[in-house]
């Protein structure tokens, strides 16, 4: 009997998103037999997921759960409806084409793999790649420059597009919701390198995902970068978890990184106020605090 696979997905606030991402798993050669998707948005698309021609099961949370908090409980319900594999989406994601989770199943049983990673592209874009990887010691957003790996193992981004095969989070957990947002994929994979589950990246397949290119500051003629969110929202959980998981997982060469790179970036642009907000948040990591949702802003 083939292995089922089940989609894990989250929403918030992004119904025309919505109907790209369903759509685009309806569409896949190979099977999707459920489809799980978490809305914590203000605006709930239960109408939306209901006229889907996906399988789709519908969460509605009352609660902002986070990225974290909203992947564990799609991720949940989709183990729960007993399929094999666990396809991790964002609302804002999709296929690149019909084929990727085929290839997906393909790559991982050839290679004896329980997690696969597809590229992530650009929307519009699909020469260049929405996050950046590290070829020869250079960043790289060219999708071909990558593509000649074919397979890139032990590294990926997390968790858009990621196949995940079912018995992999009673091993590692599910996303660790204190993170909420930024922070809980880097924590994931962390965890599977520690428990010595093996992934990687299959480079001939591809997601469509809004890239983040504004967020990478080289420094140092380009031997060493920072990412720095584009709002302040988004800043201070990206600079906390980073802070957190630096310190939980006795990250010595990142807090080497940060402790140079952060600096030096905002020296760089003279902010001193975001020098603070940077250290404060980082120092709240660090002790492992000020975790949980924000209480007056939304996600």
């Known amino acids: 009997m083939p292995e089922s696979v089940a989609v894990a997905a989250v929403t918030f606030d992004r119904p ?78 999709h296929p690149e084409d019909p084929e990727c989770l085929q290839a997906l199943l ?19 874009q699909p020469d260049t790649l ?32 990621a196949l995940i095969r079912r018995d992999v989070f009673f091993r590692v957990g599910l996303p660790d919701l204190r993170l909420f947002i930024r922070g809980d994929e880097t924590d994931f994979m962390i965890r599977l390198r520690k428990a010595g589950i093996p992934f990687g990246t299959l ?16 420094i140092l003629g380009g031997r060493l970068h920072v990412l720095v969110p584009d709002t302040e929202f988004k800043r201070f959980y990206f600079f906390r978890n980073r802070g957190h998981l630096t310190f939980k997982h006795k990250r010595l060469r990142s807090l080497a990184a940060d402790a140079v790179g952060y600096p030096v970036h905002f020296a760089r642009t003279r902010d001193l106020r975001g020098f603070r907000a940077w250290l404060r948040a980082y120092a709240g990591g660090v002790r492992g605090n000020m975790f949980g949702p924000p209480s007056d802003q939304g996600f």
């Open 16 to 93: 025309d998103d919505v109907k790209t991402l369903l759509g685009a798993l309806a569409a896949q050669t190979a099977p999707v037999a459920s489809v799980a998707l978490v809305d914590s948005g203000k605006s709930p698309v239960q109408d939306i997921a209901e006229s889907s021609a996906a399988n789709v099961t519908y969460v509605r949370s009352e609660t902002n759960l986070g990225g974290a908090g909203g992947f564990s409980l799609a991720i949940l319900t989709a183990m729960a409806s007993g399929a094999d594999w666990i396809w991790i989406m964002d609302d804002d994601a």
């Open 106 to 124: 393909d790559a991982a049983n050839e290679r004896g793999l329980d997690v696969i990673l597809p590229l992530v592209v650009a929307p519009g």
């Open 130 to 161: 929405s996050f950046h990887f590290r070829i020869d010691g250079r960043l790289t957003h060219d999708r071909a420059e990558v593509a000649k790996a074919g397979f890139l193992p032990g590294v990926g981004h997390f968790f858009n597009g």
């Open 203 to 218: 480079t001939s397949v591809a997601l469509s995902h809004p890239a983040a290119w504004s967020e990478v500051q080289e």
